[in-house]
Every structure is written in structure tokens, then in C-alpha cells.
């Protein structure tokens, strides 16, 4: 049999039989079974019984297709088994993206129809305790390997459900890794290695996929391993390898709109727990206010991203989300405070290969009543020193 039509005949075989499986399983359940049993061994009975005429090793894939499409994501198994895959995209049950190398590309799976994705995302968020549904169409999650997870359903996801999968795997590039991809040049590693080894406190920026985590974490590798590290994160992303690191991760308020717990109120709370080091994942809200006074007030050498299109513009948007605290501070007040507490911006950038490199290296400085950057650093230059003022 041509192996192409050997596998559609296992793909047709596999859903009926996981049909079967869950009439028998709801059946077992209306008897009163409260222990029917695993349901691995459900599905090696049932494909022993209704496929005993297959080889032994077609059995073992139809018992792999079947648990992979009740229990796991589906078709999208093989796409999380690649290590290659940065990110999984579904717009909708018959269309899947993956990013490779920072190139999205079409994958050749997709789910036979929307309800086989909703069962999908149902078995993702159901452990993690999240739900989505017309009054909370919605959700972000985090899997047990750190990728985090983003779903919007109908009504505001027009298409079909939509499923965004951002990978991390269980380890991060260090600083000479990232020498040997590009990101770095040896010149600015070690400025960088320089800067926060002298506790200056270092803002990276970027736009979305620009590698700002990687770099973050790569970084926290110069942190001095006798202090203690406070992690700050909405997923918990970072990988450090110092041996005194406390990890904290925000959570969004559940479906009675109760429970939330901010990065604002995980910072306020870290400046309690004797940090020698506040590491945050992303500032996007109105913990900006707090982290600056945090940097004003004994707690330098802090690192942490933002979003933005240059050192220029990072500025600005963290003068924003602090004012975003609505505190009633002026906006002099605020600036003074970034002028004095945040001494270096790393922009980091994807080119048009997919590539991501740190572009522009910059020095928070005063400018006339407002605060700007100097840079030191910018793609094809040559890197001054960064270190010290």
C-alpha cells in the first residue's frame, strides 16, 4: 500500500476510533464507573479490539494519533516536538504558521475542524486553570515549559479561534552564544559585561520577536552569583543560572474578575524582600513609576525590556507608563527621575533575514529640563566605553 494512502486510512481509522472512545468513556461514566481506567489503556484496548488486523507497529501510531488528538494538541505535537519552531500560529482550524530562524512560514497540518480546535484549546487551558468562553473571549496562559500562550475565539476573533504559541525552550543562549549568532559583537558583550558588573541599570528595547528576553537573560549570566536576583515576569521566561534567585509571576484575575495580581504589585512587594538585583521580564504598565523610584532610591542596577522602536522612544514610553500611575507627579519630576535612575538603553532589532541584532547602544543623559541619549554604539561603529561614567 502507497505509504501516503497508508497514513490517510490510519487518519480516518484514528478518528473513529477516538469517536468510539468517547462514547464508551461517557457511557462508563452515565453507568457510574468512577475509575474506568487510564485513558492510554482505554485506547490500547479499544485499538487491540477494532484494529487487530493491523501490524503491531501501525497499532502503536494509531494509539499515538488517537491519544495525541484527546489528550495533547492535536496536529499541533509535531510542530512543539521540533526544537527549529519559535512560534506556533492558528488563524483558525485549517491554517497554521510556524516562525523558523524569525521567518514565518505555512505548516502543513491544521485541525479538521473548529470544534477540534476548541477541544484543543480547552485541553491546554483547563489544567492551567483558565477558560475562554463568549463573555471572556480571551485568554493568555503559560505551559509547564514556559512557552506562553494566547487565545481569542468568536465573536472577536472572526475567522475561528485563534491559537498563538511563543516557544522557550529549557535552556537560553549566554552572551557568547549570542557572540556566535550576531546578536553581539565581542566589543559590545563586553562593554555590556562591564556595565553591569558596575551596577548601571541597563533598559533593553525592541520590537516583538527582536530576541529582548534572550538578551535579558543573557545578561543576568554577569550578575555577581553572591546576590540575591528578584525576578519579575507576566511568564515566567527567564532561565538564570545564579544559585540565590527568587522568580515571581503575575496573575490575571480569574472569570468572576477576582485574584488579579499586577507586576506593580510584585515589584512593590520585591522592594520588601531585601533585593541585591530586580530583574523585570517587561515593563508595560504603571510599574514604570515604581521601578524608577525604585532606581532613585538604593536599588540600582536593575535590567529589564520595553517595547519600542529606539533608545529615543524608549524613553518616551517609559515616561509614559509612569505617568500612566496617576500619581499626580509632574512630568519634570518623572523625567528627573529617568534622567538620574536609568543609565543604559540596548536596542535590539529583527532584520530582514530573520536575524536579530542589538542595533544601537545608548546613554541615558540630561538634555535641557527633559532627559535624552548619547549613543555609544551603533551597528557597523565601533563601541566606546560603556562602563563608567
Do not use: W
Not at 15 to 37: N, Y
Not at 166 to 183: D, M, Q
Not at 243 to 249: G, K, M, S
Not at 360 to 365: G, I, K, S, T, W
Amino acid at each position: 500500500m502507497d505509504e501516503e494512502v497508508r497514513s490517510r486510512h490510519l487518519d480516518r481509522l484514528a478518528a473513529e476510533l477516538r469517536l468510539r472512545l468517547v462514547e464508551r468513556r461517557r457511557a462508563q461514566a452515565a453507568a457510574g464507573d468512577r475509575a474506568p481506567g487510564s485513558i492510554a489503556d482505554a485506547v490500547r484496548e479499544l485499538v487491540d479490539g477494532d484494529a487487530a488486523v493491523l501490524g503491531e507497529r501501525e497499532r502503536e501510531r494509531l494509539v499515538e494519533l488517537i491519544l495525541r488528538e484527546t489528550v495533547g494538541l492535536g496536529p499541533l505535537e509535531e510542530l512543539m516536538a521540533d526544537p527549529e519552531v519559535e512560534e506556533v500560529m492558528v488563524n483558525g482550524h485549517g491554517s497554521v504558521y510556524v516562525e523558523r530562524g524569525g521567518r514565518i512560514e505555512p505548516a502543513p497540518v491544521g485541525y479538521s475542524s473548529e470544534q477540534d480546535l476548541r477541544d484543543a484549546i480547552e485541553r491546554i487551558l483547563a489544567p492551567l486553570g483558565r477558560r475562554v468562553d463568549e463573555l471572556s473571549p480571551m485568554a493568555d496562559a503559560r505551559l509547564e515549559d514556559g512557552s506562553r500562550v494566547n487565545v481569542v475565539i468568536p465573536p472577536l476573533a472572526v475567522d475561528g479561534p485563534v491559537l498563538s504559541i511563543r516557544r522557550f525552550g529549557s535552556s537560553r543562549p549566554g552572551p557568547a552564544e549570542l557572540v556566535t549568532l550576531g546578536t553581539l559583537t565581542e566589543g559590545l558583550r563586553a562593554e555590556l559585561e562591564a556595565a553591569v558588573a558596575a551596577r548601571r541599570s541597563i533598559l533593553i528595547s525592541g520590537g516583538t520577536g527582536s530576541g529582548k528576553t534572550t538578551l535579558l537573560n543573557a545578561l543576568s549570566a554577569f550578575l555577581d552569583p553572591a546576590e540575591r536576583v528578584i525576578t519579575i515576569e507576566d511568564a515566567a521566561e527567564l532561565r538564570l543560572q545564579q544559585p540565590h534567585v527568587v522568580r515571581l509571576e503575575s496573575r490575571p484575575a480569574n472569570v468572576e474578575g477576582r485574584g488579579e495580581v499586577t507586576i506593580r504589585d510584585l515589584l512593590r512587594n520585591a522592594l520588601r524582600m531585601r533585593p541585591d538585583r530586580i530583574v523585570i521580564g517587561e515593563v508595560r504598565g504603571a510599574e514604570a513609576l515604581d521601578l524608577l523610584t525604585a532606581l532613585n532610591t538604593g536599588h540600582e542596577g536593575a535590567l529589564s525590556t520595553v517595547h519600542a522602536n529606539s533608545p529615543t522612544d524608549a524613553l518616551r514610553r517609559l515616561e509614559t507608563l509612569a505617568l500612566m500611575a496617576d500619581v499626580g507627579l509632574p512630568h519634570e519630576a518623572v523625567r528627573e527621575q529617568l534622567a538620574r535612575g536609568l543609565d543604559l538603553v540596548a536596542h535590539l532589532a529583527r532584520l530582514s533575514d530573520g536575524s536579530r541584532r542589538v542595533v544601537e547602544l545608548a546613554e541615558v543623559v540630561p538634555s535641557a529640563g527633559s532627559v535624552g541619549v548619547r549613543e555609544l554604539y551603533r551597528r557597523g561603529s565601533e563601541v566606546e566605553t560603556a562602563a563608567g561614567r
